[in-house]
């Protein structure tokens, strides 16, 4: 990957909970967008390392399965110019804090919800709106 897409490459994770219910996934808010936990690669990480990165910053969760290998979505270009690379992951923590961001002083994000699919399809832009579509594919292709 070249320097000019790298430094334009925000990785993140749809995370999804198994729930008697069924899985949810988790959600987070700032401003008035809904989205998925990520956050920009930086010097020497790969897209996966960033995102397991962004995960933590944002979420504080830590323990994330990648049952779907490398498999990952690009979206964009959004905001700038910005691709996002999804990846998919499952975790048990169902605890989410939204700690403060030394940088700025304040938490990234304004509120998190675990969401179903249709609930997240009510809140999400059509970019977001294409991961839940790969996201509930791979969801599907998955051995229990």
Known sequence: MNKKAREKLSCGIVIVRKTAEGPLLLMLRAF???????GML????TPRQAALREVAEESTITEIEFAWGDASLDTGPYG???TARYFIGVTSQEAVT??????I????????????????????????E?????????MNNLPE
């Open 80 to 82: 700038r110019s910005k």
């Open 105 to 128: 002083g304040r938490p990234e994000h304004h509120e998190w919800r675990w969401l179903s699919l249709n609930e997240a399809r009510s809140l999400v832009t059509p970019r977001v």
């Open 42 to 45: 930086k010097e020497g990480e």
């Open 130 to 138: 294409l991961v839940l579509d790969w996201a509930e594919k791979q």
């Open 32 to 38: 008035n967008h809904w989205d998925f936990p990520k």
């Open 98 to 103: 939204l700690p403060v961001n030394p940088e």
